[in-house]
Structures are given as C-alpha cells and as structure tokens.
C-alpha cells in the first residue's frame, strides 16, 4: 500500500494453510476496488423503476431523503412495514452484522432470515449429528479413503487440494461423486457419476451394501447410536439394483464404492454446500452425514465427515451481542423475498438492500423483479456498483469494499481465529486501477489493511464422549440449534454455531433424524422420499 492506496494483493506464504494462494476472486479484488464504474456517489432515481436513471446528489440530501421516507412508512404502516435485506456480501461481521441489527431492531422492522447459502446443509447436518463440530482440513492428511462429494475442490477449495494429494502420495484413494466431470473428477482416482437430486438415494444404496454384507461397525452403532433397527428395516428397499434406477449408477459400482469406503481406514468425505441447492437439500446432506457412523468412521483421526468449518471461527463470538436485543416481529425468509414483494399481508412498503444482490441472487427471480418494480414500494439500496438490484432503487448509496473498512472477518476454510483489519492512514491520493509497483499483503493476523475509500463522504478423535449415548429426536418445522432456529438473523447469515465444548459425536444412522442425549433439542424428521 502506497499513500493509503493499496497497490497490490498477495497471499502470505506462511499461511499453513493457504500457502500464499489466492482464489481467483481474491487475486483480482484490487480490479473491483479501483474500478472506474464504481459508485462515488449517492443516487437519486429520477425515471422509472429498471430504467437506470439517477441524478448525483450530496450525502446530506440522500441521508435526509432516506430519513423521512422510511420515517413516513413506519408512521404510516408500522415498523414491520420495513425490510432490511442482506447477506454477506462484505463477509465481516461488523460491516454486515451489527449497527444494521441494531437500526432495524429500533424500527421494529420484520427480521430476515438469512437462509440462502449454508443454512439447508447447517439444518441437515444438525438433524443427523446435533453439531456442526467435524473433522478439520488437515485431518485428511490422516485419510486413506477420501470421497469428495460434491465439491468442485480444485476450482472452488483450491487451498483444500494440496492437502488431498498429500493423502493420496501418502496412500489415500480419491473418489469424486459429482454428476459432471469436474476438473477434480478428472483428477480423482474414482469418479461415480449419480443423476442430479439423487445423493440421498446413493447413500442410502451404499448403506444398504454395507448392512446386508455386514460391513458396519456393529460395536459403535451399539453404543452411540440409536434406531438402527429401524434403519435396517427401511435400507431393505433400497437395493444396488433400485439405487440403480434412481440415480444412475450402476449396480456394481455402489456395490464397489460400499465396500470400498466400509473397508478402508481411516475414511473421510469432504462435503461443502452445493448439494443443498437442489429439491430436498437438507434430506441429502443429513443422509450421506450417516455414513461415517454406520462404519465407524469417526474412531479414528481422518474419518468422519469434513465440512464448512465456519463453526470454528465463529464458535467464538457472541453474535447476540454484537447485534442487540432483536424484536419478536415478523420474519421473512429470505428465499421468499418474491413472495413477501408481492403477496405478503400486511405488505412490505420499505426494502433497504446491502451486502447483497437478490435481483440475481434470489429464487422465484420473475416475483421479485415485480416487487421491486412496485412504485408503492421505498427502495435504498447500498452497493458498490450500480447492479441489477439497484436500477430498481429509489436511493443508491455507495459502499465500501473490504480493503476500505475497518472489519472483523472469520475464517470460512480453516481453524484461524477471527482476525482484525487494521485502517491505513488517509491519502490525498487516487488511483483508479491498482498499480503495478509495491505491495499489498492480506496478513494471516491481519486480515485486511484497508485503503482509502472511494469518496471522502463515504465510508482426534471423534466419537462421542464417555457417558454420551444417542436419541431418537421429536419433530418441529426446522432443526434447531440451541433451541432456535438455525436460520435466525442472529446467525448474521453464517452457519448456526457450535456448542461451545461440544465434542463431534458419532453420526445417526439413516433418514429418520436420531440425536446424541446430550443435545435434547428438537429437530426435523422427516424422511427422505424418492
């Protein structure tokens, strides 16, 4: 960084984990900060919703405008009236999870619920194991069967790779379980290819195998989990040859991969989250999360399942209180954000959009174009270009981006504490696109250095525990986390935290939702259905 311009963005290369690697949006973030199309300043709409016209104006007046019209709404119309809606688009938490809760909570606005990435996957694992807790990125160097089911990890956890080769040098066998032929199913040892929507129906056919040849470990089932008689009864019916015509591979390859992942140890599988972005999401990831304790895979270090770890970073942090005291208001899921445009009673007559995009980014995109047409219906939108979603606002304010702000950010790929961002000093200077010269350097213990903002207005072993036994769970509209839902807003959109001190136990077998004692709360039980 050069005069509180950052000229250059590299990895640390002690990181033990990254190595100094970038992902491809990391290595071209400075291209994004200093973009010439970047928003500089506040926008007020002056034609039709869509139509993109806006003339510039000064904070004050945007501020001022902003302030009496959601001041008229809440009057008007009450608190509820109002619709805050963001995720996490500049992934810290002071950015994106604190004054906001806090502003909205004092409006009585409705609470969203941040459910769009993570939650079904969080709400799935949940169901099955009662934690997020699981394996750790480096425990695969222990692993000497290593399924990577449905993750893409050379392109999108490139810092996860080089740990899997060094498995696979040191013995492990690498199977990829994707529908297409990746990069990294092109490089694995074993490529099995199920129809989309289909993983529960395959894990459910290996479990299947591995039960009638007598494969799993009966000594673990035993003592730390429940149910697996009404487990056998309903894996009858979900022979190779039935797996087969539901998910299209063939009968010998699940009898293979069965006996493959039942026999070798330790064995892992390396799960992320674009599973649950299909029809019965949650159902699939709590389906293949059975599977290690069927087999006992969590015995040992290296088996078991590994995940998003998030939990550990954020497992930490006091997130209630970061964002206050939230309001027993309305909830609107996110997700449904066309619903709650264009059918929600009473209806939404305020949207404010930050950290998020939803005209591209939300389901049901044909219903939420029309909400945010509404000319009845306020919009601000916070961003740092003028994207899809703010050609709909009344007011576009500009934002900053992660190397301008004073941030906590965690960490999404490994163990490392939350770390904070140090401010530079202020600079009279201004580059529009990043130089060549000098450098820039996203510390391990320092997460982001920021730069001067665009405008100066602007801103082991893992089995259950001694004493532990596991329990067949009751039913309730969503897994439930501490007793609330995992799609709170006071999750800030990450996944539901971790217990603090509670060990991973083993998995519960099968689709019917079993718990450790230890955890006695509620959670989904619905079955899986073909």
Not at 289 to 317: D, F, K
Not at 328 to 355: C, I, S
Not at 380 to 391: G, I, K, M, N, Q
């Amino acid at each position: 960084m050069r005069d509180g311009v950052a000229e250059k963005l590299v990895g640390v290369k002690d990181h033990p984990f990254t190595r100094g690697g970038l992902c491809a949006k990391v290595s071209h973030f400075l291209e994004r900060t200093y973009s010439p199309d970047r928003l500089r300043q506040p926008l007020l709409r002056t034609g039709p919703k869509g139509s993109g016209a806006f003339e510039p104006v000064a904070w004050d007046v945007a501020l001022a405008h902003i302030a009496e019209r959601l001041r008229a709404v809440v009057d008007e119309h009450g608190g509820e009236a109002v619709l805050p809606y963001s995720f996490a688009g500049t992934q810290g938490l002071v950015q994106g999870a604190s004054m906001d809760r806090r502003f909205f909570a004092r409006l009585g606005a409705c609470r969203l619920e941040r459910t769009i990435c993570g939650q079904a996957a969080a709400a799935g694992q949940l169901e099955a194991a009662g934690t997020l807790v699981g394996m750790r990125p480096f425990d695969l160097l222990h692993s000497r069967f290593i399924v990577l089911w449905g993750t893409n990890t050379i392109v999108t956890n490139l810092h996860q790779w080089p740990i899997v080769q060094q498995a696979r040098k040191a013995g492990a066998r690498v199977v990829v379980i994707d529908p297409l032929l990746t990069r990294t199913a092109a490089a694995a040892d074993w490529h099995v290819r199920p129809l989309p929507g289909t993983d529960a129906a395959l894990a459910l056919g290996l479990m299947h195998v591995i039960v009638a040849e007598d494969l799993h470990d009966a000594e673990y089932v035993a003592k730390h989990t429940e149910g697996f008689e009404r487990l056998a009864g309903e894996l009858a019916a979900w022979s190779p040859a039935r797996t087969q015509e539901v998910t299209g591979v063939a009968a010998d390859e699940v009898v293979a991969l069965a006996r493959a992942y039942a026999t070798t140890r330790p064995a892992a599988i390396r799960r992320l989250i674009g599973i649950e972005h299909h029809r019965e999401g949650a159902r699939m990831v709590r389906t293949i999360s059975c599977l290690p304790a069927l087999v006992g895979a969590w015995r040992e270090r290296g088996g078991g399942i590994l995940g998003p770890t998030s939990w550990a970073a954020y497992s930490p942090l006091d997130q209630d209180a970061l964002a206050g005291p939230q309001p027993d208001t309305r909830a609107v899921n996110m997700v449904r954000l066309g619903h709650a445009l264009t059918e929600l009673d009473p209806p939404v007559h305020a949207l404010v959009v930050y950290n998020s995009n939803p005209a591209t980014t939300a389901p049901d995109s044909t219903r939420v174009m029309q909400g945010l047409a509404r000319d009845d219906l306020f919009t601000v939108v916070l961003e740092h270009f003028l994207t899809d979603t703010a050609r709909y606002a009344d007011v576009v304010l500009p934002a900053t981006t992660q190397v301008e702000h004073v941030d906590i950010v965690p960490s999404w790929g490994t163990r490392t504490s939350p770390t904070t961002s140090r401010p530079s000093r202020p600079s009279a200077r201004r580059s529009p696109t990043p130089r060549s010269s000098g450098a820039w350097r996203a510390r391990w213990a320092s997460t982001a250095r920021p730069s001067r903002p665009p405008t100066r207005s602007s801103r082991g072993r893992r089995s259950p525990a001694p004493g532990r036994r596991w329990t067949r769970s009751t039913s309730s509209a969503c897994a439930r986390w501490g007793g609330r839902r995992p799609t709170s807003p006071r999750t800030s959109g990450r996944s539901p935290r971790a217990a603090s001190g509670r060990r991973p136990g083993a998995f519960a077998c099968g689709p019917t939702g079993w718990r450790p004692a230890s955890t006695r709360r509620r959670a989904t039980t619905s079955r899986w259905r073909s």
